[in-house]
């Protein structure tokens, strides 16, 4: 099932925040897990995505009937299917990211002798 482009998007951040959170706890028998409320808060304090509240709260039930995420006692949980579907979406993002992560963490300039700076005219 091919999902639309904004529901990608949240269960991207979804698994993100999950992969990330739990990489810290990774050598104890915890895992980090987060409310439908909770996750709605950290993307909009974090502003991962320009949507309100209530558009937030229809994608992750869209999730919910297309079987991607499971609601369960009160925690926002990957189903088998959606945690498949994140896998592809960060397979595919994988070499954009790791180029923005080498940009940013590196003066690529310095690594050439021909680049130059010119004067702007304003």
Known sequence: MKLPEKQRLILF????????ANKK????????????SA???????????KKKERALYKNLESLEKS??????GK??????RG???YNEIDRQLAPY???????EQENLIKLTSKA???????
Not at 67 to 72: A, I, L
Not at 97 to 103: F, Q
């Open 83 to 85: 945690l498949k579907a």
């Open 67 to 72: 079987k991607m995420v499971s609601y369960d």
């Open 13 to 20: 951040v979804l698994g993100k925040l999950y992969d990330e």
């Open 75 to 80: 925690i926002l949980r990957m189903s088998d």
């Open 97 to 103: 990211v790791g180029i923005i992560k080498t940009i």
């Open 116 to 122: 130059r700076t010119t004067f702007i005219r304003g």
């Open 39 to 49: 996750f709605i808060e950290i993307v909009k304090k974090a502003e991962l995505a």
């Open 25 to 36: 706890l990774n050598k104890s028998l915890l895992e980090v897990s987060v409310s439908k």
